[in-house]
């Protein structure tokens, strides 16, 4: 069953087509530490952003391959784009935008993206 999330505003909102997952990962890099995203990853073809791009901010840094989108309203940042370690894009997901999510219940898993980046 597909779950979906979206930003405080709603001007970004999205259905990603697979359960909601029960695992995260954490990361302390320079900006997760700053945004506190749980992040889960999936894949372009699963995700479905239902509002247009235009409400959309992206913000680049470093190795600008990561685009870290967040809501030019209410600067929430529910989903950011990339490409993956194995060169395929690859779609972000901040559970802590997700609706009906139990963040508690999450099985968290911690990256050490402070130093592995
Ligand atoms: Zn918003």
Known sequence: MAFRGSCHCGKIAYRVD???P???MACNCSICRRQG???HFTTP???HLETPRDAITTY???KKAIEHHFCSACG???FAEGTGPDGKMMVEINL???EDIDL???EITTFDGAHKL
Do not use: I, Q, S, Y
């Open 18 to 20: 697979e359960d909601a």
């Open 22 to 24: 029960a695992k995260a």
């Open 37 to 39: 995203n749980l992040h």
């Open 45 to 47: 073809e699963k995700f």
């Open 60 to 62: 680049l840094f470093n």
């Open 76 to 78: 929430c940042a529910p």
């Open 96 to 98: 802590r935008c997700a």
């Open 104 to 106: 508690d219940a999450l």
